[in-house]
Structure formats: structure tokens, C-alpha cells
């Protein structure tokens, strides 16, 4: 895939956030930050707003870590206000939903499935320089795990703070991490 390390693509989307106007969302619009674009298949499915949900219980946390999240589906930004306003579950969330209903972002980020017009059950994390960081792509009936992907963007963030650091396997916050050199080869 070679997604890693990539710069995101240009792209332009409708939003809906609650207690906000429809508004648009660009590549400008995260610059200088971290940013996590969420993609699930469809509103009002199943699997979806039990993900969904979970994220939003990190949101706060994920606020005060400058990350900004966008959920994204194919459907259109009307689609995701009326979920919200339908489902209890999806009413609660804080965060962005972009619609991508000409499938720009699905594209450019490679989770289209073309025979169905719908995007995979996946999550990219873009770092302040726009470059994706994180990628994981699960199957339609496998869910996601955020306590997961906030130590992930929590490791991601220390390894551009700290040149020179990499974190190891479950890695968390204030744990001890490596510096790779000559030294370490074979020793781990």
C-alpha cells in the first residue's frame, strides 16, 4: 500500500458537528495539526456506532492532546445530521463527521470499495505536517479500539518530540523507550 510516511492529498468536504453549521473541512484546515480520519461503511449500520461512540469517550482526550477527529462515511453530511438526531448513541458524539459522498477522501486515502461505493472499516492519523502516521484497516465486522489508537497517537507523538526514540511493543506514556544503535542489534 505505501501509505505510511505519505503527505495527505488534497480533498474538500462537507462536515456536520453538532451545535455548528454545515461547514467545510480541507487538507488546510489540519495543518500544524494532528489529525485522525475515522472511516466507517454507513450510518445507521450496527457495528459502526458502537466504534463511533467508543471514540467519542476519548474525544475530550484526544482534544487535549491537539488531535481533531473526523469520523467519514460515504454518505452525505445531511445523512450524518439526521443519525445524530435519530440515534442515541450517535447524538452524543462531539466530534466532525465529513461527508464523502464523491468519495474523494475514500480514494485518496485507498478505502473505496468500488463494487459498493462504501469505504472500509478504517483509521489514519495525519501528524502536523500533514504526513499519515498510523493506518489500521479491520474487517466489516471487526470494531476498533481507542484506549489503542490514543497510545498510539500518544507513542507517534513522542517519537517526533524525542528524535532519535522509538517506542517498543504496548509502549505506554512515562515508560521507558529505545535509542536504536549498534548496540542494541541482537540484544533485544
Not at 469517550?57 to 473526523?70: A, P, S
Request: hydrophobic share 40%.
Amino acid at each position: 500500500m505505501g501509505i505510511i510516511g505519505s503527505t495527505i492529498k488534497p480533498f474538500k468536504a462537507t462536515a456536520y458537528q453538532e451545535g455548528r453549521e454545515f461547514f467545510d473541512v480541507t487538507e488546510a484546515d489540519i495543518a500544524n495539526k494532528w489529525a485522525i480520519f475515522f472511516f466507517y461503511p454507513a450510518d445507521f449500520t450496527f457495528v459502526c456506532p458502537t466504534e463511533l461512540e467508543d471514540l467519542n469517550e476519548h474525544y475530550q482526550q484526544l482534544q487535549k492532546l491537539g488531535v481533531e477527529v473526523f469520523g467519514v462515511s460515504t454518505d452525505t453530511h445531511f445523512a450524518h445530521k439526521a443519525w445524530h438526531d435519530t440515534s442515541e448513541k450517535i447524538g452524543k458524539i462531539k466530534y466532525a463527521f465529513l461527508g464523502d459522498q464523491l468519495h474523494t477522501l475514500s480514494k485518496n486515502f485507498g478505502v473505496l470499495r468500488e463494487e459498493s461505493g462504501l469505504a472500509d472499516r478504517a483509521t489514519f492519523v495525519i501528524d502536523p505536517d500533514g504526513v499519515i502516521q498510523i493506518m489500521e484497516i479491520t474487517s466489516e465486522g471487526v470494531g476498533r479500539n481507542a484506549n489503542e489508537l490514543v497510545r498510539k497517537i500518544r507513542a507517534a507523538q513522542y517519537v517526533r518530540n524525542n528524535p532519535g526514540q522509538v517506542c517498543p511493543a504496548a509502549w505506554e506514556e512515562g515508560e521507558d523507550t529505545l535509542a536504536p544503535s549498534l548496540d542494541l542489534v541482537g540484544k533485544l
